[in-house]
């Protein structure tokens, strides 16, 4: 089986392709791996089925969708997706199949093309995991190959020839000896600074606790003439409440008298209001009697301009019966004299 970088890539689509089908329920997925004479074609045939048209488009559409956000592919051509019997999508190295069960079994692409190596979505899987780790171990031994290392006596030779060139020995420990008591005396004054700071930060903080409880006393004595201050207009308040309370008692009574004032004119009002509406109403008496009566003479006149019209007719209708009760009587009478005439 090829393994190139972009045969591997192809792969991996139809793997996902094939994963969607399956979401989807669909029924007897198949990956067909064509024959390299068939390359030209496509590498790869997914073909799955539906119970239903909606089925096989759901299929499809999410295969695109997938396919979009997962890897930015998208379709070549899509076609039959109106009729939903038969769907194809067509993404160049490879090309999904969805079909209906019938149709499936009408066209058999996988009798067609059987020079072409089914799997099914496990084995697919399978084989491209082996495929790919049968890659990382020869590309392991490439490079263990070329990275194996030299023989033991080039390094050895090496390390001679660097001996007998190299110059004098240097006297390197002295310089070190002498820096080490200045590193010491650049600690000393170190620490007369921190204890200097220690010194200063203690005077700083018991200065800082005296002001503090200086402050402390102050604010209480402030807060206890507040409170004391605060407590005397308390007296004030109370006496004003008494104050206040015996005008309240007085201005209820004529709160009383008011309402019972007021209670009087609306007693008027209503009945002024009904002395006018029983006026209107006999001023409305004596027209509605001459409406009334134009009314009756009006539906007087309609009945005689309507009986007069239907004279005629009704006449006609009388007279028609008695016309046909006449001559019903001559046929009789012409019959029973014809057979007292043959009796004879």
Same mark, same amino acid.
């Given at each position: 089986?090829?393994?190139?970088?972009?045969?591997?890539?192809?792969?991996?689509?139809? &793997?996902l392709a094939a994963a969607v089908c399956e979401e989807k329920k669909g029924a007897d997925?198949?990956?067909?791996? =064509?024959?390299?004479?068939?390359?030209?074609?496509?590498?790869?045939?997914?073909?799955?089925?539906?119970?239903?048209?909606? &089925?096989?488009?759901?299929? +499809?559409?999410?295969?695109?969708?997938?396919?979009?956000?997962?890897? %930015?592919?998208? +379709?070549?051509?899509?076609? %039959?997706?109106?009729?939903?019997?038969?769907?194809?999508?067509?993404?160049?190295?490879?090309?999904?199949?969805?079909?209906?069960?019938?149709?499936?079994?009408?066209?058999?692409?996988?009798?067609?093309?059987?020079?072409?190596?089914?799997?099914?979505?496990?084995?697919?899987?399978?084989?491209?995991?082996?495929?790919?780790?049968?890659?990382?171990?020869?590309?392991?031994?490439?490079?263990?190959?070329?990275?194996?290392?030299?023989?033991?006596?080039?390094?050895?030779?090496?390390?001679?020839v660097v001996a007998e060139n190299a110059p004098a020995p240097v006297v390197v420990p &002295?310089?070190?000896?002498?820096?080490?008591?200045?590193?010491?005396?650049? #600690?000393?004054?170190?620490?007369?600074?921190?204890?200097?700071? #220690?010194?200063?930060?203690?005077?700083?903080? @018991?200065?800082?606790?005296?002001?503090?409880? %200086?402050?402390?006393?102050?604010?209480?004595?402030?807060?206890?003439?507040?409170?004391?201050?605060?407590?005397?207009?308390?007296?004030?308040?109370?006496?004003?409440?008494?104050?206040?309370?015996?005008?309240?008692?007085?201005? =209820?009574?004529?709160?009383?008298?008011?309402?019972? @004032?007021?209670?009087?004119?609306?007693?008027?009002?209503?009945?002024?209001?009904?002395?006018?509406?029983?006026?209107?109403?006999?001023?409305?008496?004596?027209?509605?009697?001459?409406? +009334?009566?134009?009314? +009756?003479?009006?539906?007087?006149?309609?009945?005689?301009?309507?009986?007069?019209?239907?004279?005629?007719?009704?006449? @006609?209708?009388?007279?028609?019966?008695?016309?046909?009760?006449?001559?019903?009587?001559?046929?009789?009478?012409?019959?029973?004299?014809?057979?007292?005439?043959?009796k004879r």
């Amino acid at each position: 089986m090829p393994t190139t970088q972009a045969h591997e890539e192809t792969r991996k689509l139809v &793997q996902l392709a094939a994963a969607v089908c399956e979401e989807k329920k669909g029924a007897d997925t198949r990956i067909l791996e =064509l024959d390299p004479m068939d390359s030209g074609l496509a590498d790869f045939f997914l073909i799955t089925s539906a119970s239903n048209d909606r &089925q096989a488009t759901a299929i +499809a559409d999410e295969i695109e969708l997938r396919l979009k956000r997962e890897f %930015g592919e998208y +379709a070549h051509s899509v076609e %039959g997706r109106r009729t939903g019997e038969w769907i194809l999508l067509d993404y160049v190295d490879f090309v999904v199949h969805v079909f209906l069960a019938e149709r499936r079994a009408f066209y058999d692409i996988e009798r067609l093309r059987k020079s072409a190596k089914p799997f099914t979505p496990a084995e697919f899987d399978a084989e491209l995991t082996k495929a790919l780790s049968e890659k990382t171990v020869a590309a392991r031994k490439k490079k263990q190959s070329e990275t194996k290392p030299e023989p033991a006596a080039e390094p050895v030779v090496a390390a001679e020839v660097v001996a007998e060139n190299a110059p004098a020995p240097v006297v390197v420990p &002295q310089p070190v000896k002498k820096a080490a008591p200045v590193k010491k005396a650049a #600690k000393a004054p170190a620490k007369k600074v921190v204890a200097a700071k #220690k010194t200063v930060a203690a005077k700083k903080t @018991v200065a800082g606790k005296k002001a503090a409880v %200086g402050k402390k006393v102050v604010t209480a004595k402030r807060g206890a003439v507040k409170k004391v201050a605060a407590k005397k207009p308390a007296v004030k308040k109370t006496v004003a409440k008494k104050v206040t309370a015996k005008p309240v008692k007085k201005s =209820l009574k004529p709160a009383k008298a008011k309402k019972t @004032v007021a209670a009087k004119p609306l007693k008027k009002m209503v009945k002024t209001v009904a002395k006018k509406a029983t006026k209107a109403a006999s001023k409305l008496a004596p027209v509605k009697k001459v409406v +009334a009566k134009k009314a +009756a003479t009006k539906k007087v006149a309609v009945k005689k301009a309507i009986a007069k019209k239907t004279a005629p007719a009704r006449k @006609v209708v009388a007279k028609k019966p008695v016309a046909k009760k006449a001559a019903i009587k001559k046929i009789v009478k012409k019959a029973v004299a014809k057979k007292a005439a043959k009796k004879r």
